[in-house]
């Protein structure tokens, strides 16, 4: 077996941050004893430390320096091509019975699981250093903020978990030496990177996550949508709070009024760039500021929702970012970045398709290979990512760090639909919009392995990431709207509908302003409206299209209904409900019911 991660002996004073809370001390020692590492390496978040893990990254190729001129201070890491995105096939959620994990996660008995993953993790570390990552996900002085431990041998993995999350002494005084606070375990181990030894799992009830087999961020920056989404969503419906997949905006009127919108579009749907948005010139003196871009948790208080961002960094996708489409991204990732499966260029300059200019006349693909603008493949992977610090984005809100979090006044539903789904509408009220969210879906993207373009249901965004039993992530969302006093307003929206020439209808990007801007003046009580079986839908004149070249019949197109499509539609959502085999709460049914009613089937 190659040895992909050698040991490294870092010198004093670097590496040794041993934390006090015994619990901790023991579970390290129960993994180092399981997977024999040469070393251990504890993390402490300083600069010393993460100069001295790119030198040895470099040394040993897992990153590529670039020209400090071009993009100061960042490198550029290839994950192996067999380990390019999520890999859902792999990822299982381990509750004691297979009801708790529910219809839609793959189960596995949590007994026999461990046995299996011990098994491979035996030995694992030999001739490699182990490395213990104290985080905390969320603000410092946040009352929804966790705890978590991340050992890993993966250098690039200590890498970006100091970018995606506030990491080392800052989590360590936060856990304090309670040996019962409660805090996340989570193993994770590159084996040799095989796709037939590559596990992604949970286990909610101990708090528990074991990533083995491979590299790539999704399945093995745990923090994020293990941590915070799996095992978060898990946590949220025990302790009455919710963590969703959703981006977090704030927008503030010419007049200083100022409103926060949290979007749950799925994986690879526009949230990196909803979040960033910058409204087009007709909008003067509006400013859309970021608080997330992929992650909200969300708590009561005073009958309305707050929601907090629990990362520090954002772990985007590259491709089609430009200074065309997210100007606030380009300045992201202009300096203190790491690229992950990028082109490299011959000046060490990083390159993509969908990037500004002309491509490069030679440059080496993501994959380590020749690439000319002539080459069939592509230069750049279509899910290649960016990691980079929140700090770095130009547009970031001011109340980032805020511990009670941001209100919420909307909350948007979206995806992926070619058809059938209008540019936006709103939700009759809270449980309709549960509706709305259950029953929306998108076609699938490179984002995770597997066929790209086939429209699948994916409930809120958190089809792949919900950590329970389906029906019961309904019901907590019912549960959650009946205690809400002061609930956000609720919207779907589509940015992706397709004309009969294959081409998207909506130009996008910075021009969603005029739909968010609808949606601000629904929650202010302006904003016309028309009543329809699917909810309330605004007439062209109600958005304000001035200065936008748009043709007159894509904006009807964009707004209509075609009564075949949604037949169709309303029996896809019957069809996913009983697929859930009787899971699906009352409400819900009924909404279904009601919104068949509306279009007399
Ligand atoms: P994850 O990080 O996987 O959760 O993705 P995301 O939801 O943050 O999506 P992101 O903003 O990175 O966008 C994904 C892809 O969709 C990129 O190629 C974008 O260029 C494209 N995209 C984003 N917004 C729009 C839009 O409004 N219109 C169109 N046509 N494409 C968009
Ligand atoms: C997603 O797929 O929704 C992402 C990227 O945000 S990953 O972290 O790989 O899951
Ligand atoms: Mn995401």
Request: net charge negative; charged share 20%.
């Amino acid at each position: 077996m190659k040895n992909l991660a050698p040991a490294i002996f870092p010198p004093k004073g670097i590496g040794d941050a041993t934390p006090s809370n015994k619990a901790v001390l023991d579970w390290v020692n129960e993994i180092a004893t399981l997977t024999q590492p040469d070393n251990i390496f504890w993390c402490d978040g300083s600069e010393r430390e993460k100069e001295f893990l790119i030198g040895e990254s470099l040394r040993q190729n897992v990153l590529i320096e670039l020209n400090e001129k071009k993009v100061p201070r960042s490198y550029l890491h290839r994950s192996n091509p067999n380990d390019v995105a999520r890999v859902e096939q792999f990822t299982f959620v381990c509750t004691p019975t297979k009801e708790e994990a529910g219809p839609t996660n793959n189960w596995t008995e949590p007994g026999e699981t461990y046995a299996k993953l011990r098994e491979l993790l035996s030995g694992a570390m030999r001739g490699r250093t182990m490395f213990v990552i104290p985080y905390m996900m969320g603000p410092a002085d946040s009352p929804l903020s966790k705890i978590g431990f991340e050992i890993t041998d993966s250098k690039y993995v200590v890498l970006s978990l100091r970018i995606m999350t506030r990491m080392g002494e800052i989590a360590l005084k936060r856990l304090g030496n309670d040996p019962s606070a409660e805090w996340n375990r989570g193993v994770h181990s590159l084996l040799d990177v095989n796709p037939e030894r590559r596990f992604i799992c949970h286990f909610p009830q101990d708090n528990t996550i074991i990533s083995v087999g491979s590299g790539y961020g999704g399945n093995v920056l745990l923090s994020k949508k293990c941590l915070a989404l799996r095992i978060g969503s898990y946590l949220a419906r025990k302790q009455n709070w919710m963590a969703e997949h959703m981006l977090i905006l704030g927008v503030e009127s010419p007049e200083g009024r100022k409103h926060y919108v949290a979007a749950a579009f799925p994986s690879a749907c526009g949230k990196t760039n909803f979040a960033m948005l910058i409204p087009p010139a007709h909008f003067q003196g509006w400013k859309v500021t970021t608080v997330g871009d992929d992650i909200a948790w969300m708590e009561i208080r005073d009958g309305r929702l707050y929601a907090v961002n629990p990362e520090n960094g954002y772990f985007g996708v590259v491709p089609g970012t430009s200074y065309k489409s997210n100007p606030n991204a380009m300045g992201s990732i202009a300096h203190d970045t790491i690229y992950t499966n990028v082109a490299f260029t011959d000046d060490g300059d990083v390159w993509w398709e969908g990037k500004d200019g002309e491509p490069p006349a030679h440059a080496i693909d993501w994959r380590g290979n020749e690439w000319t603008p002539q080459s069939s493949e592509k230069a750049a992977h279509p899910n290649s990512r960016f990691t980079t610090p929140m700090r770095n984005n130009p547009a970031l809100d001011p109340d980032v760090e805020k511990g009670e979090g941001v209100p919420i006044s909307a909350i948007i539903f979206g995806g992926r639909r070619s058809d059938t789904v209008p540019l936006v509408y709103q939700a009759f009220d809270w449980d309709h919009g549960v509706y709305l969210g259950a029953t929306m879906a998108s076609e699938t993207t490179a984002a995770a392995t597997g066929a790209v373009g086939r429209v699948r249901r994916d409930p809120m965004a958190m089809l792949p990431f919900c950590g329970y039993n389906i029906g019961a992530y309904f019901q907590h969302w019912l549960d959650i709207g009946k205690q809400l006093t002061n609930p956000p307003l609720i919207f779907n929206v589509n940015w992706f509908r397709k004309g009969a020439d294959g081409k998207f209808l909506w130009p996008g990007f910075g021009e969603n302003m005029r739909v968010l801007k609808w949606i601000i003046d629904r929650c202010e009580g302006n904003g016309g409206a028309l009543k329809s079986p699917i909810g309330w839908l605004p007439s062209p004149h109600d958005l304000d299209l001035a200065e936008l070249n748009i043709d007159h019949n894509a904006v009807d197109e964009l707004l209509g209904l075609d009564h075949e499509e949604w037949q169709k539609e309303i029996a896809a959502h019957k069809e996913f409900f009983d697929s859930l085999g009787g899971v699906v709460p009352e409400e819900l049914q009924k909404q279904r019911e009601q919104l068949a009613a509306g279009f007399d089937l």
